[in-house]
């Protein structure tokens, strides 16, 4: 495709002229989708993209356009499906708006039940930016600036320990530092499950029902819990829309997306994907050092980067752990009043887990090529036959897994130019691991033999 080339030579450019978080938050997944006598439309696959593109980066946009030969007119952005990212031979489905008739009109009464606490801990200030979670912070801030006006609900999304928690709790203690009289309720779904069925039995369902109506900010951490129960879905689906109507911001968290979330009712998935949704991802190498670093630095350690390297590379998918790790090592240094090292942080995590180790780039593209027993050089190669192609798709997929590494880089490793080939071979395996068993077992394999 013509045309898909030329953007990937925009976006080239426009990666080295904006900075890198704002190239990955902004750009990495637009897409040109037409391009005719002087009418060009960028698909961009989220809202608050769409507007900051709009705002801050139109008139580089539209620079870089006709830097390269495109005649321009006049540039629109538009919405696209985040399908599309998966499928990249598929043509863009627009997104279609599956909106119902909400049909709740229980009277408010303010009756005041002990509330859920936020965490004073969670703020945006200890919050460290950085590749993975970027966007989930711009909007979060973007939403306690303004709440209930824009992007409601609010939706976050993925995997165990990545800072959902600490995200949206630290939008609530913003709202509430700005305005100290605002109802501000966090709830883990869990709670929520609970507290309803007891309401049930001690038949105050009513009383239950008030109290979640009448906040001012709703915040409703793991959602995914709601699968499978259907009358506390009942419940929800009234609440959120009671609140919804009066505009009063729902933000909220999740394992994933709306749409797979098993055994929820569709008329929550489309209310819960008809505000804004966020994909948060792991932090990448750089950001796990920051956060590091800034954790060291709020217990006054001062740590040398081996260190700090070494953290950041051993644990790389939860932040939690990472935590985790970095605690455990300066309470065990703290204890025997010496200075934390590499050996002292390594044994401790090997007794954690038997994980031992800095994995280099180069091990797994070797150790993915003798799994599938064909040679390196054809692996980083040019050829594109399918026996050769599906290995270097695990061979990325594991460098994002487990190193983290960043698109370009990963594609860069491999021998491809492209950073977007790196990107749509990590969605498809992550896809198809889910449903293909060999797939799964071929990747624990080579993962296990990494880690022997
Ligand atoms: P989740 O809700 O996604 O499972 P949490 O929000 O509970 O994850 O985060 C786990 C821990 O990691 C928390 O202590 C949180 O403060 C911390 N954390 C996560 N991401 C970051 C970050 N980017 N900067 C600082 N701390 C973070
Ligand atoms: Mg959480």
Redesign the pocket.
């Known amino acids: 495709m013509v045309q898909d080339d030329v953007w990937q030579a925009i976006l080239g450019e426009l990666e080295i002229s904006v900075t890198r978080p704002a190239y990955v938050t902004y750009f990495k997944n637009t897409a040109l989708i037409k391009a005719e006598n002087g009418q060009v439309i960028i698909g961009v696959n989220n809202p608050f993209v769409k507007e900051t593109i709009e705002k801050k980066f139109n008139n580089l946009v539209l620079a870089t356009l006709k830097k390269h030969g495109i005649e321009v007119s006049e540039v629109v952005y538009k919405m696209i499906s985040a399908r599309t990212q998966l499928l990249p031979e598929q043509e863009f489905i627009e997104e279609e708006n599956a909106e119902e008739d909400p049909k709740s009109d229980e009277s408010i009464a303010n009756q005041n039940q002990q509330s859920p606490t936020l965490n004073e ?2 703020t945006f200030d ?5 590749d993975g ?1 970027e966007l989930a912070f711009a909007a979060c801030q973007a939403v306690a600036s303004q709440p209930g006006i824009k992007y409601n609900p609010l939706y976050l999304y ?10 949206i709790q630290a939008v609530g203690n913003d709202i509430q530092k700005r305005n100290p009289s605002a109802k501000i309720l966090y709830i883990a779904t869990e709670q929520f499950v609970r507290e309803f069925v007891m309401a049930l039995r001690a038949r105050t369902t009513a009383t239950f029902a008030n109290h979640y109506r009448s906040a001012d900010v709703l915040i409703v ?1 793991d959602v995914q819990f709601l699968a499978g129960k259907d009358k506390i879905q009942e419940e929800f689906f009234h609440t959120f829309n009671t609140l919804h109507q009066a505009n009063k911001q729902i933000i909220i ?1 999740s394992d994933k997306p709306p749409k797979d979330i098993a055994m929820l009712e569709n008329r929550l998935k489309s209310r819960f994907a008809g505000g804004m949704s966020i994909d ?1 991802q792991a ?1 990448d190498y750089e ?1 796990r050092c920051a ?1 590091i670093q ?2 060291a630095e709020a217990n006054q350690v001062e740590l040398e980067s081996e260190v700090v390297e070494y953290l950041a590379s051993s644990v790389t998918s939860n ?2 752990e ?2 985790g790790a970095l605690n455990q090592l300066l309470a065990w240094c703290d204890v025997r009043g010496i200075e934390p090292s590499v050996a002292i942080a390594s044994s401790l995590l090997q007794v954690n887990k038997g994980r031992p180790k800095h994995l280099s780039a180069k091990q797994i593209i070797e150790r993915t090529a003798r799994h599938y027993q064909i040679p390196i050089d054809d692996l980083v190669g040019p050829k594109r036959d399918k026996d050769i192609v599906v290995p270097r798709q695990v061979a990325m997929y594991i460098l994002h897994e487990e190193l983290r590494l960043s698109y370009p880089k990963i594609a860069h490793e491999l021998g491809r130019k492209d950073h977007t080939t790196a990107m749509h071979s990590v969605k498809k395996i992550t896809q198809e691991s889910q449903i293909d068993v060999s797939l799964r077992a071929a990747i624990t394999e080579i993962k296990e033999q990494l880690y022997a």
């Not at 993925?158 to 995200?167: A, F, M, N």
């Open positions: 801990r969670y200890n919050f460290v930016v950085g979670n993925g995997g165990v320990g990545i800072g959902k928690t600490h995200l951490d968290s948060m932090p950001t956060i800034t954790k932040v939690r990472l935590e």
